[in-house]
């Protein structure tokens, strides 16, 4: 894929009611409060609001209004690629800084060629990969300590929902 996208940076702040304000280079501000392991509920200082949902295989849809989704894959070190041509590179975390200097770069002969998210899904497909998910993350709270809440995802690089 060549980098014919857009770039966002963003970072997020922890409030004290456990939700989270992100800033975006682009002016744009997200309040965020997750709703479960797999969504997090968002509006901005646009009038917008929406669900972003983790389906699965590092794949985001993010629903708005009665727009129709758009579809994300998480990239790893903090960044997202949307199908509207759009990267979103979290620069919150080490993780994410570094991502935003790779890509600054072009250090994607370091990290990989990067995978496009689909552009469509149909039910069927999300919800297969809505039970890989789950099941992922059944395997992952068996084999971890970790109680799962805002605070440890918060500090994941990939665990923002793009």
Not at 102 to 118: I, K, Y
Request: charged content about 25%; aromatic content about 8%; some cysteine.
């Amino acid at each position: 894929m060549q980098n014919n996208y857009q770039t966002i940076e963003y970072q997020d702040e922890l409030l004290a009611d456990k939700t989270v304000c992100r800033r975006y280079t682009n002016g744009r501000i997200e309040w965020r409060r997750r709703i479960d392991d797999a969504r997090i509920e968002w509006r901005d200082n646009q009038s917008q609001q929406g669900i972003d949902e983790l389906l699965g295989d590092g794949i985001v849809k993010r629903t708005f209004g009665n727009n129709p989704p758009t579809y994300g894959r998480e990239q790893g070190y903090g960044r997202t690629l949307w199908s509207n041509n759009m990267m979103t590179i979290n620069k919150t975390n080490f993780g994410g800084k570094i991502g935003a200097i790779l890509a600054t770069v072009g250090g994607a002969f370091l990290l990989g060629s990067l995978v496009a998210p689909p552009m469509m899904l149909a039910a069927e497909q999300e919800e297969e990969l809505r039970r890989q998910q789950a099941l992922q993350q059944q395997q992952s709270a068996a084999s971890s300590s970790s109680d799962g809440s805002w605070d440890s995802d918060f500090s994941d690089s990939d665990g923002d929902f793009g």
